[in-house]
């Protein structure tokens, strides 16, 4: 799979606001048949700044979305809500799911 976290640093007039601007791209991409998942999160030490964790079944999943329309479109829209460039980590793993923190086992 590919897995990608990225962070967005949100204007702060904004920044309540960014799971409903965001809405309409995250929706969409959710609905991408090669997408596993596609979260965001809100960072608890900044609150402009979210967190989104995504993956896709494989490259070809990848590249489907950033060739979408509505990745376009995101590209269009998006920006004017940043303070800064989103920053990324990109990885492709031999895995297609979570696995579990074994460290933390929860049970037998």
Known sequence: MIFI??????RPEDADRWPEISGEFTRA???????LWFDWSRSLRD????????????GDAGAAHVQSEHFKKAQQT?????VATPKVINASLEQDDWSELGEMKVGD
């Open 47 to 58: 609150d402009t700044e979210y967190v989104l964790v995504e993956a896709f079944r494989d």
């Open 5 to 10: 976290t990225a962070k967005f640093r949100v």
């Open 29 to 35: 991409t959710r609905a991408e048949q090669g997408c």
């Open 78 to 82: 998006l920006p004017q809500h940043l």
